[in-house]
């Protein structure tokens, strides 16, 4: 969890190789309906294009599908999800239902200031979704995806005023979440101001104690 730009979808990539955990991001899920063309795509972009939370019942269908989709006997990792209380509690019965539970939460901590410079100077992939920053951390040849070469692109919501909304978003209705889970013990925060490589080893050490 964490606030937009925070560095999960980063972090995650890194952790799927690493753990052979499976990521599951709503995000992600939701670009690559809009991207397709799809109806659900069309419903969810007037959404996500005004920095604000897709309807939970378009959600949850996406990420029980996805967890139906996946390897069952290898970890999830969710990321960007869940993002409210009522999220929270279908988590729960979407776990329950499978026999499984939530072995800790990571918190990417990062300062709203530091947000605005990532998330303007981030380029995606439309086709595999991995995010690049043009300097923190940019593909091998300008405007290409390191993975499939395809052209990189800027995210809709990457705009200035969208990323405000985000903002007040997360602070309304995720951050209680967080809180929840703090309450359960299971949340282990770490400094996203950090360079990439020191939260990833941080993130692997959480993830290593949490799992083995
Ligand atoms: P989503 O795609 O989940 O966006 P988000 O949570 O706003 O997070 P981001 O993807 O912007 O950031 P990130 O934390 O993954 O950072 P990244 O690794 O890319 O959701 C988008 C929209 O979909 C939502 O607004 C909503 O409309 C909808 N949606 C999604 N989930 C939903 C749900 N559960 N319910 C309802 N609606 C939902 O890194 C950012 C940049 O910084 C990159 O350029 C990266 O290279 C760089 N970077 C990363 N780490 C570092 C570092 N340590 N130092 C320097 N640069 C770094």
Redesign the pocket.
Known sequence: M?P????????AQLMEESFRLQPV????L??REVHQGTSLGRQAQE??DA????PDSI?LRLVAAELDRLEPSRGFLF??????SS?AAQLDKLLSERSRGIACVIL?ELEDAAILG??S???VCPACAR???LE??PPRVEGQCDDDGTSLIQRS?DREEVIGK?LE?YHQSTAPVVEHYRQQGLVRAID?????ET?REQVAEILGACLF
């Not at 937009?4 to 972090?11: D, N, R, S, V, Y």
């Not at 990321?79 to 409210?84: E, V």
């Open positions: 964490g937009p730009g925070a560095g999960k979808g980063t972090q991001s709503p995000g992600d939701l670009r959404f996500m920095g604000q939370l897709v959600i990321d960007g999800f869940p993002r409210s999220q990417l990532r998330l100077l981030r380029r995010s690049y920053h923190q951390n919501d985000r978003v996203a101001s950090q360079a990439i939260v």
